[in-house]
């Protein structure tokens, strides 16, 4: 009965052609890792987590464009990096991606990065939207793993991160595994 009751005031919105308005409280900040937390998370088992700074220089922001098919959104590079015991470098970089549909929604993301710019892991740390458990799963974060600068990012799978802006992440993290790439010079 309370199914019923549910479904009937949507029949008018779906007969009419109504768009259906997100109430402003389902559209609230969710945070799901603190930087700290986010780092930790992913530099597993890392006792030396370094932060830095860096800049682009003109030909490496044109081998990302190159590689992207895009701008690197600026030459400023700001990341972690940590080095494993077997003395593999692992890259971090925490980034954001919007969405300009209705309603709009916010991804804050930590993306990890191996030397050869092939992703290792991909977290996100706060999102505002539409409040669904597929921002985190998995099964959607997974896809972005093993994928590189040279990889088709055009085959994220929109399906399982429905309340994501999921285009707008996919091209971030193409960016920031191009950029490791490019500042490795491999």
Do not use: C, W
């Not at 709009?104 to 030397?115: M, Q, R, Y």
């Not at 802006?165 to 491999?186: D, E, N, W």
Request: a positive charge; zero cysteines.
């Amino acid at each position: 009965m309370v199914l019923i009751a549910g479904i009937l005031p949507l029949i008018p919105l779906i007969e009419t052609g109504h768009t259906h308005v997100i109430p402003e409280d389902e559209l609230r900040n969710k945070i799901y890792l603190s930087k700290r937390d986010a780092l930790k998370a992913v530099f597993k088992g890392m006792n030396k987590i370094k932060h830095r700074k860096d800049h682009l220089t003109e030909p490496k922001v044109e081998k990302i464009k190159a590689l992207t098919g895009q701008p690197p959104g600026g030459t400023r590079l700001d990341y972690y990096y940590g080095i494993r015991d077997d003395g593999k470098k692992l890259y971090a970089f925490i980034s954001t991606a919007d969405s300009n549909s209705h309603p709009p929604s916010k991804a804050v993301f930590i993306t990890l990065v191996d030397g050869r710019g092939s992703v290792q892991d991909v977290k996100i740390m706060e999102y505002k939207g539409p409040q669904r458990a597929e921002i985190i799963s998995p099964s959607f974060l997974n896809q972005f793993v093993g994928k590189t600068a040279e990889s088709d990012f055009t085959s994220i799978s929109s399906n399982q991160g429905r309340s994501l802006p999921v285009r707008s992440l996919a091209k971030a993290v193409h960016r920031i595994a191009a950029k490791v790439l490019v500042l490795t010079g491999k």
